[in-house]
């Protein structure tokens, strides 16, 4: 530009724009995480004193003799240095220009500008600011001077780089927080439902080593815990885990298998199995269950159990080397009178819903449900039927301070059985039904 620099004494055969600092190249042994400054003037001069002045055991400078050279850099190149030192008086493209280009990708924050020029009117000074510069100098300058405002621009703008990272950082660790948070509470409450399904159910890695067996398919095999466990499904397993994908798929969900059990007779399952990456999980429903003889229900609650091994199936086998029941993974909770309240509320809407669908689909009674279930017991009271402990399930002023849940489960699965599933009351029972799940201690 216009007006000398800091003097030196003159150089000759100085290089050409770019020339210092080619992309890809390290000049003289340069640290390659040092600040990188752009300077731009069309005075070789000045390109060589800011050079010099520009420490290289301090910065990376590369030189530009002209505005164009330094867009194409910046935009083809998809290069981005930390500070531009710039000049305004060039031919072409001047220094205004290029502040305005520049400005059109990237703020003041992330790539500071200081101008240097000769240029001490007002209405440049103005302008420059207006276009976006942070900093201007005006020729000639001390070189202290320079330096400070380079270092200051750059301070700040490391500072920015520094915050933005952080706050990366902190939204990726809340983020991970939440999904892991997610992810364990999905993990809870499908394995919930496994263990408290009302169908018997059983599962196995492709190796034969047991997963889980429910409660429910405890009481149906009448096995022990432990080794015998094992021992007594052998031959049922070993069975399985001859079924090749190719036979899995084929039969659509309904490969049956006769379990012995140790009292006599025999039970038969129904053969699922889940993939993962690395492997298998095989598990048998217990019970009548081919897809000719299922109510809608069980064919909900099929469908339920398929998507929660799908989901912590290889949970299960990462965690379980071994054992009887699948007990409930851990679940970040809320405060816990909360937590309480909550539930009470959740137990007494799905006990409500579930008698008002049961009144409306069968055209019975309170009375009836209690006594058709098996779940509630009936009192007398000078001769009118009563349900006193239904009752107390209906009211949240009522309801016991730890509710039986497990019971009110086996009501909504009961009534389920008698509402049509393509209702609105039928969806409400699943949801709510989940949600008991979910909260439950």
Not at 72 to 84: C, H, K, N, S, Y
Not at 306 to 325: H, Q
Request: aromatic share 6%; proline share 5%; net charge negative.
């Amino acid at each position: 530009g216009q007006g000398p620099m800091h003097k030196l004494p003159p150089v000759s055969g100085l290089a050409p724009a770019a020339g210092l600092d080619e992309p890809g190249r390290k000049a003289n042994g340069e640290d390659e995480n040092l600040p990188k400054i752009w300077v731009v003037d069309d005075d070789p001069v000045n390109l060589e004193v800011a050079g010099t002045l520009l420490d290289p055991n301090e910065f990376r400078v590369r030189r530009f003799s002209d505005g164009r050279t330094l867009l194409d850099a910046l935009f083809r190149e998809q290069r981005r240095p930390d500070l531009i030192l710039l000049d305004l008086m060039m031919p072409d493209v001047d220094g205004f220009d290029v502040c305005a280009r520049v400005r059109e990708h990237f703020d003041a924050l992330h790539l500071p500008i200081l101008v240097v020029t000769a240029r001490v009117d007002e209405e440049s000074i103005a302008r420059a600011f207006s276009l976006g510069c942070n900093d201007y100098l005006v020729k000639p300058f001390v070189s202290g001077e320079l330096l400070a405002r380079v270092r200051a621009h750059l301070s700040a703008h490391a500072l920015v780089e520094q915050m933005e990272e952080n706050k990366a950082l902190k939204a990726e660790i809340k983020l991970r927080r939440q999904t892991e948070a997610l992810l364990l509470r999905a993990q809870s409450i499908l394995g919930n439902l496994i263990e408290f399904s009302s169908e018997g159910v059983i599962a196995f890695d492709q190796d034969g080593r047991l997963l889980c067996a429910n409660s429910a398919a405890q009481a149906i095999l009448g096995l022990d815990e432990g080794q015998q466990f094992l021992d007594d499904l052998s031959p049922t397993l070993t069975r399985i885990l001859l079924y090749s994908e190719e036979d899995l798929r084929a039969a659509r969900g309904e490969l049956n298998e006769l379990i012995d059990l140790r009292g006599g007779g025999q039970v038969q399952a129904l053969i699922r199995a889940s993939c993962y990456e690395g492997g298998r999980i095989y598990y048998a429903v217990l019970g009548s269950l081919r897809e000719s003889a299922q109510t809608p229900a069980q064919s909900a609650r099929l469908q339920a159990l398929d998507a929660a091994f799908n989901a912590v199936g290889e949970a299960m086998i990462e965690r379980n080397a071994g054992g009887s029941v699948a007990e409930p993974m851990a679940c970040p909770v809320a405060d816990k009178d909360e937590q309480d309240q909550l539930f009470k509320t959740v137990i007494v809407d799905a006990m409500t819903t579930s008698l008002q669908a049961w009144k409306q689909y069968t055209h019975r009674t309170k009375i009836d449900l209690a006594e058709d279930s098996g779940l509630w017991t009936v009192y007398l009271d000078k001769s009118t039927p009563v349900t006193r402990t239904l009752d107390r399930y209906l009211k949240l002023d009522t309801v016991p301070k730890r509710p039986r849940w497990r019971r009110v489960l086996q009501t909504i699965e009961f009534v389920m059985e008698h509402v049509p599933r393509d209702t609105r009351e039928h969806a409400m029972l699943a949801q709510l039904r989940d949600r008991i799940i979910e909260l439950s201690p």
